[in-house]
């Protein structure tokens, strides 16, 4: 097939923004509301904006994702409501990936069962460590046997694609807790791992309490050796560590994401909601009150940038550089035009001579020593 017409007919993904938690985390700067009181009305007008802009994406939905926030808030109504609008608006592929995001203390027996009746096919658990007081660090709402547990309750009720988020880099962290934490998430037989190191966001409670001097960042030496760890750790259990932050079982690749990475089109859906749809980004409002307003006078608050070609040409090096596959030059070249294509070569031949960047056919990607300089390098790959 011609690369012109591939790039042209990649298919589309939703993601839906479920801005509700029942408390807040120490690390969180997602647009996210504690009081819970407005989620009915939240879950009607998600529905109205569904509706809204059905003739956004005309394209084969391949992957949905609830993200947030914790869309283990949702009822069984909501979600039933929220997928008839989807279905009944969206061209959603039959073997579409399904994606919702959990919280362990919410996954109950009853909850579980109920998800198994959905659409739903793939979750993605938040359990960020098995260490309980990490997990307390934290803030977060259950402890490291409540996610077990929660893990195997959902393969007892035939949930069979589990991806699990953990975080390291933590204040106080050691070596040690992470391999703990690693051993306890392969042990459990999950298909997939996304692990984070720890980002002191602005207006978090971990920023302020790291500017005040209550917590020390862990040490560089540290965080490349936790780094370093997961990579091992992950590659000896059989998991393929196919972008910076995932690992996945072969076949278990989360197609959602893999769409970002790869510049597919997407809407995205709900307060704080970013879409994409090759050239432009837009985003809706980061407030539910607002939200709910522009919906129910059918004209959803949104804002909107165009990127320039040498913006889409940076985030084409940003998140292809991410993943295994690396950049495709013969599409850079295409997309981009020969200067570009030119200035990105250039700017490699160091990268590539130190064997932290590898060049095989067409494709460019990080080895495994240019993955621990990743940020360095893409950065020189960009066009300012």
């Keep these: 097939m011609d690369i012109l017409n591939s790039i042209n007919r990649k298919p589309a993904g939703i993601y839906i923004h479920i801005p509700f938690c029942k408390s807040r985390c120490t690390y969180c700067d997602f647009y996210t509301l504690t009081n819970e009181s407005r989620i009915d009305s939240f879950a009607e007008n998600l529905c109205k904006e569904i509706e809204l802009r059905k003739d956004e994406i005309h394209e084969p939905v391949k992957t949905v ?48 069962q109920m998800l198994s009746r959905l659409p739903v096919n793939r979750l993605s658990i938040g359990i960020q460590s098995f260490d309980d007081a990490e997990l307390k660090f934290l803030s977060r709402r259950h402890t490291a046997s409540q996610a077990i547990n929660a893990v195997k309750r959902c393969q007892m009720h035939g949930f ?18 992470w391999e703990q934490n690693l051993k306890q998430a392969t042990s459990l037989d999950i298909q997939h791992l996304s692990a984070y190191h720890l980002i002191y966001e602005e207006k978090t409670r ?72 090759g050239e432009n980004r837009s985003w809706n409002v980061a407030s539910l009150n607002r939200y709910i307003k522009g919906i129910e006078e059918g004209k959803p608050e949104r804002n909107s940038e165009h990127l320039s070609l040498n913006e889409r040409y940076n985030e084409f090096i940003l ?20 200067k570009l294509y030119s200035y990105c070569i250039e700017n490699a031949e160091k990268y590539v001579s130190k064997k932290l960047l590898s060049v095989e056919g067409n494709n460019m990607k990080l080895t495994r020593e240019g993955i621990f300089i990743s940020d360095g390098i893409m950065s020189d790959l960009m066009s300012v």
């Design 206 to 277: 971990m920023y302020s309490m790291l500017k005040a001097g209550k917590i020390q960042p862990v040490d560089e030496e540290v965080s490349t050796a936790m780094f370093s760890m997961l990579i091992d750790w992950m590659k000896q259990h059989n998991f393929i560590h196919y972008e910076i932050s995932a690992f996945a079982k072969e076949g278990y690749f989360s197609g959602h994401n893999t769409s970002y990475w790869k510049g597919n089109k997407y809407i995205g859906l709900g307060p704080a909601a970013h879409s994409f749809d």
């Design 319 to 338: 998140t292809g550089l991410r993943t295994m596959w690396g950049i495709d030059l013969m599409e850079l070249r295409l997309l981009f035009g020969d």
């Design 65 to 112: 994702y609830f993200g947030g926030g914790t869309p283990s808030r949702l009822s069984e109504q909501h979600f039933e409501n929220i997928f008839n609008y989807l279905f009944s608006n969206f061209n959603i592929d039959p073997a579409a990936e399904i994606t919702v995001e959990a919280n362990p203390d919410d996954l109950s027996s009853e909850y579980i």
């Design 160 to 177: 069979n694609n589990i991806s699990i988020d953990l975080m390291y880099g933590l204040p106080g962290q050691t070596t040690g807790i």
